[in-house]
T-cell receptor
Framework: DAGVTQSPTHLIKTRGQHVTLRCSPISGHKSVSWYQQVLGQGPQFIFQYYEKEERGRGNFPDRFSARQFPNYSSELNVNALLLGDSALYLC????????????FGPGTRLTVT | QKEVEQNSGPLSVPEGAIASLNCTYSDRVSQSFFWYRQYSGKSPELIMSIYSNGDKEDGRFTAQLNKASQYVSLLIRDSQPSDSATYLCAVRRGGGNKLTFGTGTQLKVEL
């Protein structure tokens, strides 16, 4: 079975622009979470979605938003990009929220110039 | 105090030795604990999960949990050069999906 997939792999954007990152969970998994990992740090939780509803939000500004589609795939949107948004954005998939292990996709490397 | 603390390392061990990685957490209501391995430039890979006090073994890996001391560890037996990576400790508080990570311990297994 395919694991978590994310697109694009790499992305270069300019300050002030908008970006959309995409994630498809493992087949059969219904919950998706998004994390941001800056160099030298552990991943930081951004959002969790289950059944198309936001079930958790980390300490990130309103410039960050996400949604989940009926097929359980998800998008993360970031508006008005700042240099500090440069990071590896990770999508994690779990069977259901709360109880089960989370498996990460390969990530999207975002560079803001 | 950080929610999840790990020694950043690097921890150097010779090939074939036991590597011991440690993690402490501050939130007493934490219920689930995970170890992820992350190679440079790659995403984290889940290697162990542990939910109750005691030891859990999977191949060369053993996770140990002591909730009273708020301490979780990972032992890697017969360390191989391919084990050289950053090991991330993650904690989940309750029913949600939010994982809180430490900054990771860099492990180097030397020939």
């Amino acid at each position: 079975d395919a694991g978590v997939t994310q697109s694009p792999t790499h992305l270069i954007k300019t300050r002030g622009q908008h970006v959309t990152l995409r994630c498809s969970p493992i087949s059969g998994h219904k919950s998706v979470s998004w994390y941001q990992q800056v160099l030298g740090q552990g991943p930081q939780f951004i959002f969790q979605y289950y059944e198309k509803e936001e079930r958790g939000r980390g300490n990130f500004p309103d410039r960050f938003s996400a949604r989940q589609f009926p097929n359980y795939s998800s998008e993360l949107n970031v508006n008005a990009l700042l240099l500090g948004d440069s990071a590896l954005y990770l999508c994690a998939s779990s069977l259901l929220p709360g109880v089960y292990e989370q498996y990460f996709g390969p990530g999207t490397r975002l560079t803001v110039t | 105090q950080k929610e999840v603390e790990q020694n950043s390392g690097p921890l150097s061990v010779p090939e074939g030795a036991i590597a011991s990685l440690n993690c402490t957490y501050s939130d007493r209501v934490s219920q689930s604990f995970f170890w992820y391995r992350q190679y440079s430039g790659k995403s984290p890979e889940l290697i162990m999960s542990i939910y109750s006090n005691g030891d859990k073994e999977d191949g060369r890996f053993t996770a140990q949990l002591n909730k009273a001391s708020q301490y979780v560890s990972l032992l890697i037996r017969d360390s191989q050069p391919s084990d050289s990576a950053t090991y991330l400790c993650a904690v989940r508080r309750g029913g949600g999906n939010k994982l809180t990570f430490g900054t990771g311990t860099q492990l180097k297994v030397e020939l």
